[in-house]
């Protein structure tokens, strides 16, 4: 809360009517600001830029600084911590005048009698990073979730939200914590530091009487509301559709007037590597078995170590088979390996090919880095003749001009600084680098190979660039020579279905209640699969063993969360049990929430509803619908994004976040809710014909009578010709 400053005690006025602070309001703040002020009890040296006096100033309680919002006077500037990792400098992208205007956007966070001091160091941030991220700002505590009573609050629900934001910038957790980015290079929760600390302030202040509404990053307010309402809505990157190319984020983000959420980042339902590794174990499993082979001796070849990617070596060794992942950036391969998500890094292509021969003729279960480019891998296996099994990628194409795709042939570093200088010969490259990339993997599958997309827009972005990925006998949805892993594998085998990433993260945090919550999440399906139908036994028992096994895989980095895949009725009797336990005092408030890469909350034509075969692969009304229906059925939070995964422009999703606090309105809310947020996915999945998905929505019709969904009649295909 901004402190009201009383003359006299804080302050008095100099004879020409300036404001002198008093050495008691100075120790009160906390901090030297290291400008020489009249009264400084630190003994701060203008000439020598140093402090003499050793008074240790009184810090502020986590709590006050928390509601301190914005800082009416200025914390030090921050040095640039060059230890941790950055994002890459964004392209030079505005005018002289809209550099200005970028400026006068991000002043308006701070009083008039900062802006002399913040303008040149706001410009040069601008300048050399191309974006305004505040650094000044970023606040002095370790960043990471807390116990959910350590908040500051007048509101449980809008607690647990200030540590969902927390665990997103952990440092364990997020990928640029600096530059507020959670992950996928561009994931961000806020866009600069002013806009953590006002909204972290209004969910101190807020009542279960107000809503939070949040544009892009920026907290627009508190606006009255009532207590069956979301604490907070959330909306990332909403464009008008014309301004929603690659280059209108880079502008408008430049500009400070929106963001790009990704998924979970702009969302705060981030839970670290966990999530996507027990995605990616799915993803192999399913994909060995679509080709027939057990993974144990065969080889699954993708690139990309990053914030998502790096979970496939980890996932591949689950999974059971061997894992070449090529990575150009040494920092992040080191990362990996130190993690021991990768046992063995290898940086010759010789040395590659003669450990991978080795590994099939052992059935070893083995994950292995090449550190460089992944073209060079699928061209050098090609020449080798090495025979590969499965094969994706996963480098950042949904981002492709900014650092997701490196060109072959070119050196991290020079790649780096071709990006940011010559913007269009590094454009080139890319195209050039998709086009060799294709040609590679078309020799391999002629050979057998079996390449999926793993949702990161590599057909697209390689279809833009003119490589040859096209089919040659296109059908509706079947545009590619290669399918979407939701194609073949998710959509089909889970979505349709309903199962989905559902997620929990114990708000007591304490890893004990999760330990807990995995016994009680294990029991739920264990006694639901001795009733499932057949259909879904598959994943039933893949989720059962995960859950199992989940404390064995230390796969918790962040907040004590844990995921698995599950159906709404598996969903809703799972959280029901921990709504119940929570009553009983078993364990503390539980927060809910799922992937918006799930059934119902993303549309997404090239990936989570790329088997959708109507022609409405195109429309966003699904996620738009999920959203609104997710937000009067009782979640705590809902948020719906333009863009994420496959980039700005190409995907609507949205998601939600639901405190259990163990009452009867939570268990309305709770069924009310979840039941909607699978159902209304498998009920468009199953308007579009899909089989698994007919299947469901029938299944849920007979649960629930109050269910009635328009079910599709299908033609004799005899008849149209
Ligand atoms: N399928 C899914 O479920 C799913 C889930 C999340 C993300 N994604 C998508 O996957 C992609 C990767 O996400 P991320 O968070 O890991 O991004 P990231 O940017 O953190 O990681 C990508 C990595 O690829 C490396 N790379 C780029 N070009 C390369 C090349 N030619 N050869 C070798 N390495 C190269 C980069 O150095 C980087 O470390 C994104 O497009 C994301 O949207 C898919």
């Known amino acids: 809360m901004k402190k009201v400053l009383i003359e006299g005690e804080d302050y008095y006025l100099s004879d020409r009517g300036f404001r002198v602070f008093t050495e008691k309001y100075l120790l009160d703040r906390g901090y030297c600001c290291m400008s020489g002020c009249k009264h400084c009890p630190y003994g701060f040296n203008k000439l020598v830029d140093q402090i003499r006096k050793k008074v240790k100033p009184r810090t502020m309680t986590f709590q006050e600084e928390i509601l301190q919002g914005i800082p009416s006077q200025l914390p030090p500037s921050a040095l640039y911590d060059a230890t941790i990792n950055h994002a890459p400098k964004r392209k030079e992208i505005l005018t002289d005048e809209e550099k200005t205007l970028a400026l006068r956007n991000a002043l308006r966070y701070f009083e008039p009698q900062h802006h002399a001091t913040l303008i040149p160091e706001f410009k040069e941030e601008l300048e050399k990073y191309g974006r305004i991220y505040m650094y000044r700002f970023r606040p002095k505590y370790r960043m990471y ?50 806009q953590y600390l006002l909204t972290m302030k209004y969910l101190a202040e807020m009542t279960d009487e107000q809503t939070l509404v949040m544009y892009s990053g920026h907290p627009m307010g508190l606006f009255p509301s009532h207590k069956n309402a979301p604490r907070v809505v959330v909306t990332n990157g909403m464009m008008i559709p014309n301004y929603s190319k690659p280059d209108d984020w880079e502008k408008f983000n430049a500009l400070g007037v929106t963001q790009y959420g990704q998924m979970t980042a702009g969302s705060y339902m981030y839970i670290g590597p966990q999530g996507i590794v027990h995605g990616t174990t799915i993803t192999v499993l399913n994909g060995f078995r679509k080709i027939g082979k057990e993974p144990k001796g065969n080889l699954f070849v993708t690139s990309g170590l990053g914030g998502m990617s790096g979970a496939q070596p980890k996932a591949g060794t689950i999974a059971g088979c061997i894992t070449v992942c090529a990575e150009v950036n040494p920092k992040i391969t080191k990362i990996r390996h130190n993690q021991g998500w990768i046992h063995e890094v290898i940086e010759d292509l ?34 080798e003749n090495l025979h590969i099994d499965l094969g994706s990628d996963q480098t950042s194409l949904h981002n492709p001009w900014a650092g997701g795709y490196y060109p072959v042939g070119i050196s991290f570093e020079e790649s780096n600084k071709m990006m940011a200088d010559q913007p269009e010969l590094f454009k080139e490259k890319v195209q050039e680098t998709l086009r060799r990339h294709a ?16 949702g990161n827009a590599f057909l697209l972005e390689a279809s833009r660039a003119g490589a040859d990925v096209m089919n040659p006998t296109p059908t509706l949805g079947r545009e590619f020579k290669y399918p979407s892993y939701v194609q073949d594998i998710m959509g089909p085998m889970c979505f349709d279905y309903g199962f989905g990433p559902f997620r929990w993260v114990c708000a007591s945090n304490n890893p004990e209640d999760l330990q807990k919550t995995d016994d009680i999440a294990c029991a739920v399906l264990e006694e639901m699969i001795k009733t499932s139908p057949e259909e879904i036994q598959q994943q039933m028992k893949d989720n059962i063993q995960w859950i199992r096994g989940a404390q064995e895989n230390k796969l918790v980095v962040g907040s004590q969360a844990r995921i698995l895949y599950a159906d709404a009725e ?57 959203v609104i229906g997710d937000s009067f059925r009782g979640a705590t939070w809902v948020s719906i994004h333009n863009g994420g995964g496959v980039g700005w422009g190409e995907v609507i999703n949205g998601g939600f976040g639901m405190l259990l606090d163990g009452t009867n309105e939570a268990e309305q809310r709770l069924k009310s809710m979840l039941f909607w947020d699978v159902n209304n996915g498998i009920s468009r999945r199953s308007w579009a014909r899909n089989e698994g998905a007919v299947f469901a929505i029938k299944r849920a019709m007979e649960a629930e009578p109050l269910l009635k969904v328009t079910l599709p009649n299908i033609v004799d295909d005899n008849l149209l010709k």
């Open 350 to 383: 010789d040395q590659l090919v003669n450990r991978v021969r080795k590994a099939q003729e052992r059935k070893e279960v083995v994950s292995i880095a090449y550190l460089g480019n992944v073209v060079d891998v699928w061209e050098k296996f090609d020449q």
């Open 570 to 626: 598996g969903r809703m009797k799972i959280a029901k049990a921990f709504n119940d336990a929570i009553n009983d005092g078993k364990i503390g408030p539980v927060v809910l929430g799922r992937d918006h890469h799930d059934v119902s909350g993303t549309d997404s034509p090239y990936r989570e509803t790329s088997n959708i075969y109507d022609g409405s692969r195109f429309t966003a009304d699904m996620a738009i619908h999920n």
């Open 145 to 194: 979730a807390r116990d959910i009573n350590e908040y500051p609050g007048k509101s449980l629900q809008a607690k647990a939200i200030q540590m969902m934001i927390q665990n997103n910038l952990d440092y364990a957790v997020a990928q640029h914590p600096h530059e507020l980015i959670t992950y996928g290079g561009n994931g961000a929760v806020f866009s600069n530091w002013a």
């Open 439 to 454: 040609a590679a993997i078309n020799k391999h599958t002629a050979k057998g190979t079996y390449f999926f997309d793993y």
